[in-house]
């Protein structure tokens, strides 16, 4: 069957679907792409003619944005209409854990899919070819094609025909567009020969032939999992390290440095943080524990969970390293936390380090200034969601919204946002935190004064010669 692709549609424009389009319309201008959601406001906004507006920060999204929106690249709340003429539809909807019911805490939960393959079964036209690109457990494509022929079968519309195909997605946010333009590898899991080649074709106008694997549809599934586990694994794996690295006298860097030059383990992914955070690792790793315990694999599932219990944690080791260090107590003490975003360059907050970490601060009574570049204060106030214990004093002109015990700061270029502050705590790692200046920062904190380094990102001398007490992620050495 020789099939002649003209039309994508992209059900979900989330942080997936809105770059994954982009990028594909940038690259393939004669076809048509249209990114289809049911969240209005987030259509508006990708569709807003202030590029600032954007729903999603990625570097250099803006750019291809331009070049490619209303010229082949479509942003709509339509799905009758994009579905209907569409020859391959990319299904990219979220795909959370279940909060309640079977499986609640653990497998993913997946509405969101079931409805979007109800709703290409109700307007779908001709062969299409529907391909998985959100993150799913084993076998979902099962579902979807179950749902896709059941509406064949009851439907009058003539010869409809549906392939099923898996591509996950492996960009991180921060520099998907990079991840985009020059992935390590293009996943495509099927058993429609034809189907797969007609996906492929659009990548390999970009992406080099040998970068693109088939598989079968399950292991491009499980690959998928697999591969935030073993990335997430690592992450887990050096912060623990850090721990023993504090008490002994070593330091995590160096042995990161160290480790990483071995050939077989390599140097990325080995950056001891304040803990993995992002939308997908611990579901993903989750989900796997859910698989695993489904088939009675215990000792698999309990390995797995290992990962995510050493990350909760290590947030919580964080949290208790500030409170010990500012003698037992920040009751009423006024922390400035640089950085919310679960990394840099990115607006996304999802399962941030800093949200765990600034609970637990503020349940210890801290007043917190915090500020982070792209991310707003009503984000900050909802990923909060924690009652105020009273208001912070000492508010000045500089803070441009106030919330209870934790203010937000839109700018960090106001040296006054460090007035008698105790403590200064990193948590993501943003260029201009880099760029601080600790001397004039010293003298308005209260002494002694500290800087707690998630991200291991200050220059220690310079903090240190500011006089300004420095504890960062698995130094063993730096305690003053
Ligand atoms: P997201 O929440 O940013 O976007 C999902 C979008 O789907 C939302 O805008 C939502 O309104 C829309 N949606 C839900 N149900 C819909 C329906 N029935 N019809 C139309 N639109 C609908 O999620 P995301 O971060 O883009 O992730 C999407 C999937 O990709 C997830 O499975 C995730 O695990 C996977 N993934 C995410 C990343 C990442 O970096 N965020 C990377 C790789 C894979
Ligand atoms: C991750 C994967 O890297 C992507 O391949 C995958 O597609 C994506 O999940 C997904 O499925 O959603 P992402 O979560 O966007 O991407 O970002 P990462 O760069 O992987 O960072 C995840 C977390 O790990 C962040 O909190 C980051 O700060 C932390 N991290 C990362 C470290 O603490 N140390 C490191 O060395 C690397």
């Not at 549906?162 to 992935?183: H, Q």
């Not at 077989?264 to 993903?284: A, H, M, N, T, V």
């Not at 500012?326 to 907050?349: E, P, R, W």
């Not at 637990?360 to 990923?383: F, M, R, T």
Request: charged letters at 25%; glycine letters at 6%; a positive charge.
């Amino acid at each position: 069957m020789d099939l002649n692709i003209k039309n994508i549609c992209c059900i979900g424009a989330g942080y997936v679907g809105g770059p994954t389009m982009t990028m594909m319309a940038s690259k393939c201008p004669d076809l048509i792409f249209n990114v289809v959601d049911i969240n209005e406001k987030r259509i508006a906004s990708w569709n807003h003619k202030d590029l600032l507006e954007l729903p999603i920060f990625e570097p250099g999204l803006e750019e291809l944005i331009t070049k490619t929106r209303n010229r082949n690249l479509f942003f709509s709340s339509n799905l009758k209409k994009a579905i209907e003429s569409a020859d391959i539809i990319f299904i990219s909807v979220n795909t959370p854990t279940k909060k309640k019911g079977l499986g609640a805490g653990k497998s993913s939960d997946l509405k969101w899919v079931e409805a979007s393959a109800r709703e290409v079964a109700k307007y779908a036209r001709g062969h299409t070819i529907v391909v998985e690109k959100s993150t799913l457990p084993v076998r979902t494509a099962e579902v979807i094609e179950k749902i896709l022929n059941s509406a064949k079968r009851n439907s009058k519309r003539e010869e409809i025909s549906f392939s099923v195909l898996s591509n996950p997605e492996f960009l991180a946010e921060g520099t998907a567009i990079k991840d985009l333009e020059n992935p390590d590898r293009v996943l495509i899991g099927g058993n429609n020969k034809n189907a797969m080649i007609a996906l492929s074709n659009i990548y390999r106008v970009w992406v080099p032939e040998e970068k693109i694997l088939f598989t079968n549809i399950w292991s491009s599934e499980l690959a998928k999992l697999t591969s935030n586990a073993f990335l997430a694994q690592r992450i887990s794996s050096i912060n623990a390290i850090s721990a023993i690295c504090e008490v002994t006298g070593a330091d995590v860097r160096e042995v990161s440095r160290a480790i990483g030059k071995d050939s077989r383990i390599g140097s990325k992914f080995l950056d001891s943080g304040p803990g993995f955070g992002g939308s997908c690792f611990k579901k993903d790793i989750l989900n796997l524990v859910y698989l695993a315990e489904y088939f009675g694999l215990t000792e698999v599932a309990n390995f797995w969970e290992s990962v995510v219990k050493i990350n909760n944690w290590h947030q919580k080791r964080i949290s208790e390293i500030v409170v010990k260090k500012l003698f037992g107590t920040v009751s009423n003490k006024k922390l400035v936390i640089l950085g919310f975003a679960f990394k840099a360059n990115t607006n996304d907050t999802r399962e941030s380090a800093a949200i765990t970490i600034c609970k637990n601060l503020l349940n210890e009574g801290a007043n917190l200034l915090i500020h982070d570049p792209k991310v707003n204060a009503s984000q900050i106030k909802n990923d909060l969601n924690i009652n105020p214990k009273k208001s912070v004093e000492n508010s000045n002109s500089s803070l441009n919204e106030k919330s209870g015990n934790w203010e937000f700061s839109k700018t960090i270029h106001n040296i006054e946002l460090f007035k008698d502050a105790y403590a200064v705590i990193i948590l993501t790692e943003w260029e201009d935190f880099k760029k601080l200046n600790w001397t004039d920062i010293a003298k308005k904190m209260v002494a002694p004064a500290w800087v707690f380094d998630s991200r291991s990102i200050v220059n220690i001398d310079e903090v240190r010669d500011a006089g300004l007490s420095l504890w960062r992620i698995g130094d063993g050495l730096e305690d003053q």
